[in-house]
């Protein structure tokens, strides 16, 4: 069973930082494309970066790119998401998930916790 537990979030002022994980369980990240996704308050569900298997080759939505990075540790089987500059509008619930590889908004799906990101002065 493919399981994971995100964390690192919490509230930081607009242009701080914030490092996510995602720690992997019942499966190797490396095997696996890995996405990371957003939920603000009443908003769809949306995809903002994933890192694929292959050589790892990342991805990002338009509205991060160039401030969001993320990464893998294959030896402790957990990915990242460096998160830089942040906006008030990166507000939300992040989560990542196993073999999803989407940017942009995404419907259904099985989410764990995720972790809460606030961006506010």
């Known amino acids: 069973q493919l399981h994971v537990v995100e964390s690192g979030g919490g509230l930081v002022q607009p242009g701080g930082s914030l490092r996510l994980s995602c720690a992997a369980s019942?499966?190797?990240?490396?095997?696996?494309?890995i996405g990371w996704f957003r939920q603000a308050p009443g908003k769809e569900r949306e995809g903002v970066a994933c890192?694929?298997?292959?050589?790892?080759?990342?991805v990002y939505a338009d509205s991060v790119e160039g401030r969001f990075t993320i990464s893998r540790d294959n030896a402790k089987n957990t990915v990242y998401l460096q998160m830089n500059s942040l906006k008030p509008e990166d507000t939300g619930i992040y989560y990542c998930a196993p073999g999803l590889c989407t940017l942009g908004p995404i419907k259904g799906g099985s989410w764990g916790q995720g972790t809460q990101v606030t961006i506010s002065s």
């Open positions: 019942g499966f190797t990240v490396d095997d696996y494309a």
């Open positions: 890192i694929r298997t292959n050589g790892g080759s990342t």
